[in-house]
T-cell receptor
Framework: RKEVEQDPGPFNVPEGATVAFNCTYS??????FFWYRQDCRKEPKLLMS???SGNEDGRFTAQLNRASQYISLLIRDSKLSDSATYLC???????????FGPGTRLSVLP | AAGVIQSPRHLIKEKRETATLKCYPI?????VYWYQQGPGQDPQFLIS???????DKGSIPDRFSAQQFSDYHSELNMSSLELGDSALYFC?????????????FGEGSWLTVV
């Protein structure tokens, strides 16, 4: 079992749709949580950090449930430019260790 | 703002050859991480360095070695290359603990072994 697991995908949604990604992690010592976005053949880029209180950045909302060891990302009003692979990332040991999930691919269709 | 710089961006090597990848972290970042990403796979952690000392080791083959230098840049040395080593190699950097534990990636080095 992988340390970080995500919805297998791919998700194919029409423009304007709302899509949610789920992520679970197994290491209870995990301290920080992130969503990264990766375009094909490009480097992962930080989308947003995830906090226990939940946080929102425009059309993106991230939630963390430490008790369930579960992280989510909600994208509202999907744009074509949102098409990418979304990586759930967990860190521990005060930032010395980062573990990536397998990623969920999103294709937003016109 | 300055980002993580990796070089070379692309290289082609033959089996059994040696390759060296370089990584220059964001200024004032003291921690460097190396990841390998094969086609259709998520980034796999290889090794990391904090303040020039190895801090963690992942799935790095024995044929590979790495180090971090006094100016904090890092080099990944790969010997006896195999076809399966063909991948995108990312370097990422961080400053512990000031950057909120967020790591930033370079654009990657594409290695093709033929």
């Amino acid at each position: 079992r992988k340390e970080v697991e995500q919805d297998p995908g791919p998700f194919n949604v029409p423009e304007g749709a709302t899509v949610a990604f789920n992520c679970t992690y197994s290491n209870s010592a995990s301290q920080s949580f992130f969503w990264y976005r990766q375009d094909c053949r490009k480097e992962p880029k930080l989308l947003m950090s995830v906090y226990s209180s939940g946080n929102e950045d425009g059309r993106f909302t991230a939630q963390l449930n430490r008790a369930s060891q579960y992280i989510s990302l909600l994208i509202r009003d999907s744009k074509l430019s949102d098409s990418a692979t979304y990586l759930c990332v967990v860190s521990y040991n005060y930032g010395q260790n980062f573990v990536f999930g397998p990623g969920t691919r999103l294709s937003v269709l016109p | 703002a300055a980002g993580v710089i990796q070089s070379p961006r692309h290289l082609i090597k033959e089996k059994r050859e040696t390759a060296t990848l370089k990584c220059y972290p964001i200024p004032r970042h003291d921690t460097v991480y190396w990841y390998q990403q094969g086609p259709g796979q998520d980034p796999q952690f290889l090794i990391s360095f904090y303040e020039k000392m190895q801090s963690d080791k992942g799935s790095i083959p024995d044929r590979f070695s790495a180090q971090q230098f006094s100016d904090y840049h890092s080099e990944l040395n790969m010997s006896s290359l195999e076809l399966g080593d063909s991948a995108l190699y990312f370097c990422a950097s961080n400053r512990l603990p000031d950057s909120g534990n967020t790591i930033y990636f370079g654009e990657g080095s594409w290695l093709t072994v033929v």
